[in-house]
């Protein structure tokens, strides 16, 4: 076999600069302004929602879960050395009075003039009965004779629990009392659970303010509306110590009998300046309620609590409404932004758990870290977040669906539909700049083309068309990705922008098939005015650059090197060698054993 010497170009290594993507500005403002609107519309309807009475209750009782969950992971603040302390009817005070006097519940009210006058001799500063005396004593008149009298002898400010009626009066109160004391209603709050206190309805007080009032003391807190409650603690801590120092009934009650006893357990200077609370703790007497911070908790302990706060003006101080509506159109705005601004979902997702989860350790950190607690409400704020993300992720949605779009229908004109819609899925196979990659590059080229457009003149662009037309057809349809169009000629490469790692076979097919289909059209083309048409083709596989070429101005997405410029010259050697399809020794070694090749020269 003879050798043919072809002419040896040498032909420099070209590297593919990566070159900058030229910014959307126009996208990018719609972007901004798309984080803007969105953000501050969530946020609106967020404020709008919560003022709103039908969904206001919907927002207090979210916000109720949170408080309550921030309570329970507040630490104890014992109040056991505070000016406040109880006399409590517990459990081993109804089986003390019971076993030594033979008694049960109720008490004679004898017992209860005795604590006081106890209470009085001891220097409390005033004592105050969680209890409703608005039925006679079960041991008769007599009993609430002498209860009057002893309480009428005494000196230490006295203060009574007593209902209140329907159209806001007292409500019976059987003993009578003719030296003034005070009064104070117990039923404080309108909630099944006690997160807030009302220290006055209209003219008339609560227990605490009226023990307040009674010892002679200024409350540091307004009692002209509601405060939330600042619960130092639950009943009882882990290590089953009250929270408020509270002392047996029945130890009191020995101590005031025989008050030099070594086993009563009480002594004088436990109460002394004291404001004293006297009242049920025994689950028996019904007198339990439901706190943020404890399930189970005794009224006479909410009194207590309450009465510390206005000592001290502990309450829970809650932010204004105006810091919730900038923390929700704060939560909101940074929650659009990242769901519109971040392309991956797993990262629009994460933003959005951060935002929500910084609002709720923000409001938390607030609740629990100093003495005085802030309480910033993040039910309405994580509604505004949750809005924006719902906001952002359609816009998003709808834009990137538009976009992803429009460049399936770019690519569908130069890619496989394939191709195209894996790239559609992943754009970011589209990189800017060049990587080297093995691919199969393939030339095609019309035999006689410029005899042939002398002699159509004007005719020659429709038959050219068809002609193109069809033999793309050919090459998409084995995922060619075509590169572009010169004259008659097709330049089309496999293995990018997707990977093929039959790339050498899918070329050899693409020739094949556009050599079977340009006999299939001979009638049509020679009716259009190109008679006896033949197709010469290149294919060369090596190692090549593909990228994005070109200038701010123009991007080309192409193929360049050594390996792309050989099938450049293998296609017009055709001509010389007499033949139509020429691939090189790469291809033939990548392609397989499915094609019959011929060696033709080296």
Not at 115 to 144: C, K
Not at 224 to 242: A, C, E, I
Not at 469 to 490: F, H, P, S, V
């Amino acid at each position: 076999m003879a050798k043919i010497a072809l002419p040896r170009i040498s032909i420099p290594k070209l590297v593919v600069p990566r070159l900058p993507v030229p910014k959307l500005q126009l996208q990018s403002a719609q972007r901004r302004l798309a984080v803007v609107v969105i953000g501050l519309t969530a946020a609106i309807v967020a404020i709008l929602t919560d003022q709103a009475p039908i969904t206001r209750e919907a927002f207090l009782r979210a916000d109720h879960v949170f408080y309550d969950w921030f309570y329970t992971h507040r630490p104890i603040v014992s109040q056991r050395d505070s000016d406040v302390t109880i006399v409590a009817v517990d459990r081993r005070s109804l089986d003390d009075v019971e076993r030594a006097l033979q008694v049960g519940w109720p008490w004679g009210r004898s017992a209860w003039s005795r604590i006081a006058t106890y209470l009085q001799h001891a220097g409390a500063r005033a004592v105050a009965f969680d209890m409703t005396f608005s039925r006679s004593s079960a041991r008769g008149p007599e009993d609430d004779e002498l209860f009057s009298e002893e309480l009428d002898s005494l000196t230490i400010p006295v203060a009574f629990a007593r209902e209140l009626t329907e159209d806001g009066e007292w409500g019976p109160f059987k003993p009578t009392l003719r030296r003034p004391h005070e009064f104070g209603y117990v039923d404080v709050t309108s909630e099944k659970v006690y997160r807030d206190y009302i220290p006055r309805r209209g003219d008339k007080l609560s227990l605490a303010a009226a023990t307040l009032r009674a010892a002679g003391i200024e409350p540091r807190l307004p009692l002209d509306r509601p405060f939330l409650l600042h619960f130092y603690g639950p009943h009882r801590d882990p290590d089953n110590q009250p929270t408020f120092a509270a002392w047996s009934a029945s130890h009191v009650l020995a101590a005031a009998d025989d008050p030099d006893s070594p086993n009563v357990g009480v002594r004088p200077e436990y109460f002394r300046g004291k404001l004293v609370i006297v009242g049920a703790v025994a689950a028996t007497l019904q007198d339990i309620k439901s706190v943020p911070n404890s399930p189970r908790m005794p009224g006479v302990e909410i009194q207590a609590t309450a009465l510390a706060n206005l000592l001290y003006g502990d309450a829970v101080r809650a932010m204004p409404p105006g810091t919730a509506s900038v923390v929700a159109l704060a939560g909101a705005l940074v929650a659009a932004a990242g769901t519109i601004g971040l392309r991956s979902a797993t990262l629009k997702f994460i933003t959005i758990v951060l935002v929500c989860a910084g609002l709720i350790a923000g409001s938390f950190l607030l609740f629990r870290l100093a003495h005085t607690i802030f309480w910033l409400p993040p039910a309405m704020p994580l509604f505004a977040v949750a809005l924006a993300a719902v906001g952002g992720i359609t816009w998003s949605y709808f834009l990137e669906d538009r976009q992803a779009r429009m460049l399936l229908k770019a690519l569908e004109t130069c890619l496989s539909p394939s191709v195209a819609a894996e790239l559609a899925r992943n754009p970011r196979k589209l990189a800017v700049g060049g990587q080297q990659l093995d691919m199969t590059v393939m030339f095609t080229d019309l035999a006689g083309f410029t005899s042939l457009t002398e002699e159509l003149k004007e005719r020659i662009e429709p038959a050219l068309n068809f002609y193109l037309g069809e033999m793309t057809e050919q090459i998409l349809r084995l995922n060619g990705t075509l590169d572009k169009y010169i004259g008659d000629a097709i330049m089309t490469f496999w293995n990018a922008p997707v990977d093929q790692p039959e790339h050498a076979r899918h070329a050899c097919e693409a020739a094949l098939a556009i050599q079977r289909r340009e006999r299939e059209l001979r009638q049509p083309l020679a009716e259009l005015g190109m008679r006896d048409t033949v197709t010469r083709i290149g294919i060369n596989s090596g190692p090549m650059f593909v990228g994005f070429t070109g200038s701010h101005r123009k991007l080309n997405y192409t193929v360049i090197g050594d390996a792309v410029n050989l099938a450049a010259r293998l296609e017009p050697a055709n001509k010389l060698y007499g033949t139509q399809i020429l691939v090189s020794e790469n291809t033939r070694q990548r392609a397989g054993s499915a094609f019959l090749f011929r060696p033709i020269d080296v």
